[in-house]
Structures are given as C-alpha cells and as structure tokens.
C-alpha cells in the first residue's frame, strides 16, 4: 500500500493504472481474509459434523481432520435412544411454542399502544419499560419471587417470567411508529372503526416482518436458554434439551445404563462412543437452529436494522 | 385527533382516558408482566438491606443495614472478584471490537455479491448455537485427551495441555471462543451503517481517483466512527455484567481463581450452595446493578456530548 502511495506520487500522469493496480491488490487481500474468515468459522462446524459421523476409533485417535473417517452413526443411535434426549427435545420443542406465542401476542400488545402519539402517559410508560433494561433487583430477588408465585419445578417457570422482552417491544414500538402512516389510523377513526380493530385488521396485516423477525429472535432464545431452568426446574420429566445437553456435553454426566445396550464392555470403547455421543448430540441440539437459519436470516438481518433506528 | 387543549385540564385527561381506553386494555396485561416481574424483584431487593428469614419473607425480616455490603467489601473475594469481572469484560470489550468493523468493511469491497452473501451468512450462524453448545464444542476441542487442539500439540511433538485447568488460559478462552461466535452478528450494524453512507462520497472519490484503500480510509470510517464510538460507549457502561451463562458452564474447580465473577459468584452463593443464604448475594448483585445504572447514565451523558446520540 506504502508502496503503491509513493509510486503514485513520483508517477501522476500514470494515476489511473497505478490504481487500478492498486484496487486489484486490495481485491486479492480482501478475497483471501474473507475466505479466511470463511474458514476460520466454518471449519470447526465441519469438524463437529464430520466428527459425529466418524468411527470412535478414528476420533479419539485424530484422524478426522475435515470429512468424516470410517463412516458409523453409532453416535446418532445413542442420541435417539437416550430417553432423556428425546423428553428435552419435546419439552424443549413445547416451551419454544407455547413461550414464544404468549411472547409476540404482548410484545404487540405493549408496543401499539407505545406507538400511539395520543396514548395518555406514553413518555410514563416507556420510561417504565426502558428502566428494566438498566437496573434490576438482581437474581436472588428474581429467583423468590418466581418461588413465592409457586411456579418453582412446574411448567409455567419456563413461560410466565420470559413472557415478553422489553427490547423486543422497543423494536416492534419503532417499526409500528416508522410503518404504519397516521392518516390510516385518522381515516379509520373517521369511519369509526375502533383501537381493537385497528390493530386487529390493519396493523397486525401490515406487520407481517416485524412479527417474523420477534417470532425469531424469540423462539431461538427459547430453544438456547438453559439459566432458568436450571434454577426453576428440578425434576427430569420437565427439562428442556439444553439442561439435558449440559449434564452430557459439559458435566459429563452419562448414565452408563443409557449406552450399555451397546454392549461396549470395556472403558475405551465406553469413552470413545462417548465422545461421539457428545459430537452427535451438538449436531443434533444444532440442526433445528441451524437449518431454518439460511431462510431466515434476513429476518434477522432486518431486526438489528429496524433496531438500530432511534424510536 | 390528539386534542391538546389545556384550559380544560383534569375533565380532559378523564376525556382522553375514555378515548383511549381501549389502548389501555391492551397495555394492561403487558405493564403487570412488567411491574411483576422486573418491579417486584426490586422491590425483593430490599433484603440486601435485611437477614433474610424464611419464615418471615421479605417484608417482616429484619433489617441489617448495611452489613451485607460491609461484608462483601471486607471479603477476601471481593478484590479477586472485581479484577476477574473488569479483566474479563475490559479484554473482551478491546479484544472483540475491531473484528466486527473489519469484517463488515471487508464485507463492503467483496467481489462478488454471491461471495459476500455466503461469509455473511456463515460468519452470522454461530451467534445462533446456544450457549452450551458452543461451551461444549470448546470443551471438546480442548479436552486435553481427545481434543483435537492437543492431538495436533502431540503430532507437532509438544506436549498436550489440560487448557480448561489453566487459570491463565480462560480469560482468553472466553474471549475468543466469543470473538469466533459473535464477529457475524456485530457485523451487521456497521454493514447498515456502511449502507447509510452517501454513494456520491463515494462517486465522487472515484472520480477523484481515489483508490479502495483511501475510500475506506477517508470516506467508510469515517462514516461508521460515530456508530463504533456509540457502541464502545454503550458497551462500556456493560462493563460488570459478563456473559453470565457461559462464564458459569466453563467454570471448574481448577479455573476458579479466574472464573469466578460477580455474577456467578451470586449464583454460587445464593442458589447452588447448600446452606439458604440470600441477603448476603443479594447485596452483591445489588452493588453491581446500582454501579451499572451509574455507569449507563454517566456514559450516556459522555455519548450525547461527543455525537450527540444515545440511549435516550
């Protein structure tokens, strides 16, 4: 680049190839670090899923180095057979929906009225609302209050407290205010159409990629969050598939029973489809995520735009 | 429609209450989930300030003063926890911010738009794996028997390392196992930022013969300064809350010296102990909100004299 500079200085009259040199340098370094941040990113993934479909041998000994060595789903077998995978997946899969219903239905609930320039105490209510984002009574506090409601071990833990993000209602409150023109809400009045049917059959229609976008972001945080339950739940029967993913994954905490179908009697063989079991599973808690990702993604995308406008 | 008639003042705040009831009806449900579960909690936090008692609940414990809090800044943890705390979010918080701007920048001259949309897409996808997936991948790539980081350490003749045993090693685990998850996702802001940018800046310099290199040098950073100042300012005033959920899922008895912060220790203490302790937690996670509100509002105020943007 230093280079390219002085040579353009000593040679004006020759500017335009010089940079033309110049932008075709930068285009070869900016292809190489962005297939380098390809890389860097994608590998590990590839790894994972290779190493899930690989022999046990071929894993622990560090063979798999991009594609899968020695083809087995051993792994996959013992996921699905794991009765406490299946249950937090299901469970997991019932938090998501039922959470992620009561979720958008009062982000929206909370936002329409914060968009509404002639909502009596709007700067009171949003002061209200964006207060919690800064200062909280913490966990203990939190913790009590969900034990003095009596939701401790039941279902509810995992839907009543998360029942709406305020940032979410700030980003739905900024798009209703940016989207939905004053004069259709004027001429609606005009025509004596209620609040309730405003929202009912002009905004919600006109809302469709903010709807999308909340329903996303929440279902994911859903299927990811495993803090609650780990301080709400204490029973096996209700736990969502990341707190069975730690148990397995992080505290290593395998029931030999669960792998003893495959007669593995010895401790390597044990260890190894461990291992595998472990690299299956991220695959499998990954995959749900991960495959609507790609059609979704500019949903997200959108989010963090529409976030990044003030309200 | 908004009748701002002042003369008639309390009969018109019942007249535009009427008017808008039905916009309280709808705000009624959300606005108790509020006061119940981000108020109340609050107003639970009183017994930073009490000896807590079972029996007695909130409201009829006794009061302690301040002696939690005096305990807490006379602890032999205290100093450990607060070095660990801003050790932890300041190396993040300098480790992690250029990544972002770069790639979106790269991201901006990438050749194709087919290529972009590909490294966009992936680099963006690990914001999607779940905590414990993403602290079990590490795990794994770091176990010091079948991790691959080791088996590779081996076939390179050194020696193989328990990574997760290292006290020294988890700030920078942390790090940059965060950096590899979240660079995609902090890109995005400064792509929009990038896209605000006024294309005839850009023409303009073109005709000017002005090469990539200068267009970003004097047209895209400068551009996206204000968007990166505002989000190292915000950040800054996040500085004690770390990423509480994954600090917990890669602590271990070997790394606790380093990995242990407030927000753990808070959970260590109050709920994953045996013995029922909540005052004494509770002032702590107290003392670290009422710094973090400190932090948000004096921050704020410096954001608002540089650019003249902020929260609020």
Known sequence: ?311 | MVNTNRKRGLSKGILDLKKCWQLYALFLLPLIYVIVFKYVPMYGAQIAFKDYKFTLGINASPWAGFKHFHRFFNSHEFWNLMSNTLGISIYNLVAGFPFPIILAILLNYARSDRFKKTVQMVTYAPYFISTVVMVSMVLQFLSPRVGIINVVREALGLERINFMGVPDYFKSIYVWSGIWQGTGYGAIVYLAALAGIDPSLHEAAIVDGANKVQRIRHIDIPGILPTAVILLILNTGQILNTGFEKILLMQNPMNMRTSEVIDTFVYQVGLASQTVNYSYPTAVGLFKSVVSLFLIIIVNKIAKRLGGSSLW
């Open chain 1, 1 to 311: 680049m230093v280079e390219t500079r002085n040579s353009m200085a000593k040679k004006a009259t020759k500017k335009r190839i010089k940079e033309s040199f110049a932008d075709r340098v930068f285009d070869v370094i900016n292809t190489f670090l962005l297939s380098l941040a390809l890389f860097i990113v994608l590998y590990p993934l590839i790894f994972v899923v290779s190493s899930s479909f690989s022999s046990s041998k071929a894993v622990i000994s560090g063979e798999v180095w991009l594609w899968p060595v020695g083809w087995d789903l051993a792994g996959y077998e013992a996921v699905f057979n794991h009765k406490g995978i299946v249950y937090g997946f299901l469970n997991s899969f019932f938090y998501m929906v039922t959470g992620t219903l009561i979720n958008v239905t009062l982000t929206i609930m909370a936002a329409y009225p914060l968009s509404r320039k002639d909502f009596l105490g709007r700067g009171l209510w949003m002061f209200v609302f964006v207060f919690t984002m800064m200062f909280s009574g913490g966990l203990i506090p939190y913790y009590l209050l969900v034990r003095d409601l009596g939701m401790l071990n039941t279902r509810w833990a995992m839907i009543i407290p998360n029942a709406m993000g305020i940032w979410n209602v700030i980003l739905t409150r900024t798009f209703f205010q940016v989207t939905i023109p004053d004069e259709l809400l004027e001429a609606s009045q005009l025509d004596g159409c209620s609040d309730f049917r405003f929202v009912w059959s002009v905004v919600i229609p006109l809302s469709a990629s903010i709807i999308a976008v909340n329903t996303l972001f929440y279902a994911v945080g859903h299927w990811n969050s495993f803090f609650d339950a780990m301080i709400f739940l204490r029973e096996q029967r209700l736990y969502p598939l990341q707190i069975i993913l730690r148990d397995i994954l992080i505290q290593n905490d395998i029931e030999p029973s669960q792998l003893a179908m495959y007669d593995v009697r010895d401790a390597m063989a044990r260890e190894a489809l461990k291992v595998r079991l472990k690299y299956s599973l991220i695959v499998v808690a990954s995959v749900p995520v991960l495959v609507i990702y790609p059609f979704v993604q500019q949903h997200f995308v959108k989010g963090i735009m529409i976030g990044s406008i003030k309200g």
